[in-house]
Structure formats: C-alpha cells, structure tokens
C-alpha cells in the first residue's frame, strides 16, 4: 500500500510544513517538513492503516525520513521545484481467509518487514487558478510528484515459515490540487499510480493513491 508522497513546497528559510491525508482504504499518512536554509530541507513521514474484512485483515505501518533541494523560480517565483532522497521502514501483516463449502477456514497468513529508499521530483505553481463558492475566491494550485522507491524485505515469514526475501522497484507519478483556505491552511486531493518494474510473487504494486488532506505551510513566502 503506498503512502502519500510529501509535498510540502517550501519556498524560504524557516518555513514548516505539517499535512495528514487519508484513503477511502483508511490509509492515514502524516507529513512534515522543514527548510533549514533557503534551498535545502528536511522531511519526515508516516504512514498506517489497520483493515479488517471478511476474507482479508490488513495492517501496515511505514517511517520515512529524507533530505533535498528546493528553489522557487519563475517571473513572480510562484513556481516550485523540490527534489528529496531518502530512507523508510516498515512492516505489514496480511490475513487471507478462504471459505470451504464444509464450512471450515482456512488462514494465509504473512508478515513482512522491510526497508525502503526513494527519490522523488516535485512540482508545483502556487495560485494560478481560482475556484469561486458562495461568492469568495479560493485559490488552487496544481502539482505533480514523481517517485521512484526501492523497497527489500528484510525479513517475510507465512504462516510461521521462513520465506525468500524479495525487492522491487516502483515508479509512483502522483498529481495533487490544493484549494487555499488562508495564508496558512490549504485543502488537497491527491490521486496517483504505483508501477512495479519487477515480476514479484509477493512483493508488487499496491493500490493506486487517492486520498484527500489538510495542508499547512507556516513561515515560508506569500505569493500573490
């Protein structure tokens, strides 16, 4: 299951970044971000969700943390460019259940831990169109995020068995619309893709990312 890449689009020193968006799945994803300098900042993310269903019981959990550059750039510097490297960790746990017509149950049980690396290009230009409701403007913005993460079991165990490990490479083009609701506080819709680029048995693509959120940025530039 794929979290919701961080966005935060700073644009000076000292500005702080806080978002948490959640999937119709009940994925819930936590981001934070920093600018420790005028182009250079730091991120730290987290990702959970607990699902219970009939056939299928899902859980998982996923702290990630990275560092990179960003510039504002453009006539009016409202057009943003962040570029991010970092590092994860994680673990799920799955439960298939599949019913006999003798009414017995039979569990597929799998717990995996794993670590995960990714690099990841944004892009956005702040308030360029505007949405009006109940005769007030709200500005939107418009971004896109494009992920490559790395991720490798460290350690896969089905119904208390050892199993080999896997990788896979996942390639994550993500778009996102930001409805602001003040200087400080924004709206946003995020929908995306998750690609694996290598033929696994269990180690695949998860669910596409939709989710909707809250965003706050503090401290960085007004563009107007």
Do not use: C, W
Request: charged share 20%.
């Amino acid at each position: 299951m794929p979290n919701v890449p961080n966005s935060p689009m700073l644009s000076a020193k000292g500005e702080v970044h806080a978002s948490g968006h959640v999937s119709l799945r009940g994925n819930v994803n936590l981001n934070t971000a920093f600018a420790v300098s005028n182009h250079m900042g730091v991120l730290f993310n987290g990702s959970f969700m607990n699902q219970t269903k009939n056939k299928k019981d899902f859980r998982q959990d996923l702290v990630e943390g990275g560092a990179g550059y960003f510039t504002t750039f453009g006539a009016d510097k409202s057009r943003i460019l962040e570029i991010y490297a970092g590092l994860g960790k994680g673990n799920t746990d799955r439960v298939f259940r599949t019913f006999e017509n003798d009414g017995t149950i039979t569990d597929d049980v799998q717990n995996v831990r794993f670590r995960k690396s990714f690099i990841q290009v944004n892009y956005s230009s702040k308030e360029k169109k505007s949405l009006k409701l109940f005769g007030k403007s709200y500005p939107l913005n418009y971004g896109t995020i494009l992920r490559v993460s790395h991720v490798n079991m460290i350690d896969f165990v089905r119904n208390n068995v050892a199993q080999p490990l896997e990788d896979n490479t996942f390639l994550e083009p993500v778009f996102f619309t930001r409805l602001k609701l003040n200087n400080a506080v924004q709206l946003q819709y995020t929908s995306g893709s998750n690609f694996g680029l290598k033929n696994r048995d269990f180690l695949k693509a998860g669910n596409s990312v939709f989710t909707v959120g809250v965003v706050v940025n503090v401290g960085g530039n007004t563009f107007k």
